[in-house]
């Protein structure tokens, strides 16, 4: 799998925007104030930084293993997976 292709481009993109939303709501939980006293700069940025590092750490993996931005082959095949049972169970209701 080429660092280029969509397949690897939107693994990695999702991968790195639930770091980016889960390093943000890790850094709200934390801060234990209200929505109006966050630094909401300072946790965007954070959160930013998470998934760069994330993008990185995709491409560093890229040609280790199975192909694709994951050390393993479970994630590309479990989203398809999961699509799959989802579009069956849309198509039965």
Same mark, same amino acid.
């Given at each position: 799998?080429?660092?280029?292709?969509?397949?690897?481009?939107?693994? !990695?993109?999702?991968?790195?925007?639930? &770091?980016?939303?889960?390093?943000?709501?890790?850094?709200?939980?934390?801060?234990?104030?209200?929505?109006?006293?966050?630094?909401?700069?300072?946790?965007?940025?954070?959160?930013?930084? !998470?998934? =760069?590092?994330?993008?990185?750490?995709?491409?560093?993996?890229?040609? =280790?293993?199975?192909?694709?931005?994951?050390? &393993?082959?479970?994630?590309?095949?479990?989203?398809? !997976?999961? %699509?799959? %049972?989802? %579009?069956?169970? !849309?198509? %039965?209701?």
């Amino acid at each position: 799998m080429s660092y280029f292709s969509r397949a690897f481009l939107a693994a !990695a993109g999702e991968r790195a925007v639930k &770091t980016f939303a889960q390093t943000l709501a890790a850094l709200l939980a934390a801060n234990g104030s209200g929505v109006l006293d966050v630094d909401w700069l300072g946790g965007l940025s954070v959160a930013a930084s !998470a998934a =760069v590092v994330s993008l990185l750490t995709s491409v560093a993996s890229g040609g =280790v293993g199975e192909p694709g931005p994951s050390l &393993t082959s479970e994630g590309l095949a479990a989203n398809r !997976a999961s %699509r799959n %049972r989802s %579009r069956q169970v !849309a198509v %039965r209701t």
